[in-house]
């Protein structure tokens, strides 16, 4: 489905994007009637206006969604009927694949080849291995004595709070929607302020598939305004939460001031890529670093943003990387199928990766390439993919997350090296390691603080791996089986026999 930049840009044109909010099952306007607008970063254009929810539309939508978990219209139907719900869901997204394609290109800049080819088949893949998966969980009979039998049982939370971020909006709430919704929770999904739109569409959907009123709630708005409420709401019981670690440490607060509801936290990272001397093909490995930096133009939780290479291949592994980069991940109109690399979300995120290169700069690495804004897109908000080389690890460009286009390449004297460098950071979501040594792979896998490690590869899996960091990274894992634990709590049911 490449289509052509022509054929996007009409759609584009005709585009009239859903902007209230979504209670209820009904898309209605915020009370106090404000309104904000998002603005598509690659041209300034506004994309659509949207209601700017508050403290009273949180208070609406999450009466709405406990409502409808009491009433058990979807907490206690079949789990074999939220299946085939969840089913035609996952089929209506697919069923309107260039309509998300467009919201989220449009609202934060991403490439629309990568929307058709990453987000959404990620999406799609979240709903449908949850919605798979949700009959084939089953309780447990203890043994315990003769004279009872014990069963634990696993039942929803109730109302889960969903606050995603902006990097990828459809697929980030999909990851939660998933498993929230397959376990018979009600949500309220919060939405990031600058990429709003593909939620509100996703909530019409989930009605369409035969979601019944009230379970599925969307409140747009902005962080303090609409996700803090939301966060402290006492008929609230989860967050999940995927965002900066600002905000997670937040979420934890909020909390704890509230209902101690579970919080579970994806947060930022500042991911190792180990290159070996004895890695298999140094140029394979430069162009798979390129991917795992520059794609969704850096603004990826996992970007491997440290890229430590064994001294002997340092300069040659250089060499190889600038080549691939020439032609990978080069700034374009997003519309266009065939770009790489579009703007990022903001120009306030333009301006923040600025000043680190800035701070890159000063602090005495080497800046090999990029660093500015392209000449070709002065208007939208981007910036050149940028690679700096003698990095230290004690940097800032090296410990802080920089969330956009920037490479650091830090010269290594060994594997031990290597893993001592890459665990010295409060970050521990994604490491990977090239090598052809067995042993030193899993030594690698045994030693590194992170919750995903790739052997060989970076960026890999699919929804049976579990995602989430270690240390600041968060406490959560998305995908995977795991994440239907998170979404759902145990009874312990005794029953006397004697
Ligand atoms: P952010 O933390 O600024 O915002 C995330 C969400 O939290 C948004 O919906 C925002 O409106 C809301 N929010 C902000 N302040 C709030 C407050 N005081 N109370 C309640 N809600 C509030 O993050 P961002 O800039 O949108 O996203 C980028 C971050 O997300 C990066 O740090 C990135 O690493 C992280 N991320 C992590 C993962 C993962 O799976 N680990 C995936 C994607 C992105």
Redesign the pocket.
């Known amino acids: 489905m490449a289509h052509t930049l022509a054929y996007w840009k009409d759609k584009a044109a005709t585009l009239v994007p859903e902007g209230r909010l979504f209670i209820d099952g009904r898309f209605v306007d915020a009370v106090g009637g404000g309104r904000f607008e998002t603005v598509n970063p690659a041209t300034g254009a506004v994309v659509a206006e949207v209601a700017r929810g508050t403290a009273v539309d949180v208070e609406r939508a999450v009466a709405s969604a406990h409502r409808a978990f009491r009433s058990g219209v979807w907490s206690r139907r079949d789990p074999r009927d939220r299946m085939t719900v969840l089913a035609r869901f996952a089929d209506l997204i697919e069923a309107h694949a260039e309509e998300f394609a467009l919201l989220d290109t449009l609202d934060m800049g991403k490439p629309i080849s990568d929307m058709l080819n990453i987000d959404i088949p990620g999406s799609l893949s979240s709903i449908r291995f949850f919605a798979e998966a949700v009959d084939k969980m089953e309780g447990v009979v203890t043994n315990t004595t003769a004279s009872a039998v014990h069963y634990i049982v696993r039942q929803p939370l109730g109302v889960c709070g969903l ?6 909006p459809l697929m ?1 709430a999909a990851w939660k929607l998933g498993p929230a919704l397959a376990t018979g929770n009600s949500v309220v999904l ?4 600058q990429s709003p739109l593909s939620a509100l569409l996703l909530a019409r959907l989930f009605v369409e598939a035969g979601g019944p009123d009230g379970v599925f709630n969307v409140v747009t708005g ?3 305004e609409a ?2 409420p939301l ?1 402290l709401h006492m008929n609230v019981d989860k967050i999940g939460f ?6 997670g440490k ?2 934890l607060i909020y909390a704890g001031q509230s209902n101690m509801k579970r919080v579970t936290t ?4 500042k991911s190792p890529q180990i290159v070996l001397a004895d890695c298999e093909d140094l140029q394979t490995v430069a162009a798979t670093a390129v991917g795992a930096i520059y794609g969704n133009q850096g603004e990826v ?1 996992s970007a491997g943003s440290r890229i430590l290479v064994e001294r002997p291949v340092y300069e040659e592994f250089i060499h190889h990387f600038t080549e691939a980069a020439r032609t990978a991940h080069q700034p374009g109109d997003p519309l266009d199928p065939a770009t790489t690399m579009g703007p990022l979300v903001t120009a306030e995120q333009q301006q923040r990766v600025l000043g680190y290169v800035d701070i890159g700069r000063k602090e005495g690495a080497r800046l090999a390439f990029g660093g500015k804004v392209p000449d070709a897109f002065q208007a939208g908000c981007y910036v050149e993919p940028t690679l700096f080389t003698d990095v230290d690890n004690s940097m800032r460009i090296a410990q802080e ?1 920089i ?1 956009g286009p920037v490479a650091s390449i830090i010269p290594v004297d060994d594997v031990d090296h290597a893993i001592a460098v890459a665990n010295d950071t409060i970050y521990g ?1 994604a490491a990977s390691i090239w090598t052809t040594n067995v042993k030193t792979a899993h030594r690698f896998a045994r030693d590194i603080d992170a919750g995903i490690v790739w052997i060989n590869a970076y960026e890999a899996g699919d929804a049976t791996t579990p ?3 270690f240390k600041q ?2 406490n959560g894992r ?1 995908k995977c089986l795991e994440a239907l634990t998170q979404y759902t709590q145990t009874k312990s049911v005794w029953v006397d026999l004697r």
């Open positions: 606050v995603v971020p902006w990097n990828y980030m919060k939405p990031a302020e902005f962080g303090e996700g803090k966060a995927t965002g900066s670690g600002e905000v937040l979420m994806e947060c930022g990272g939780c997350e969330f979501l995602w989430g960091g990274s968060g998305d």
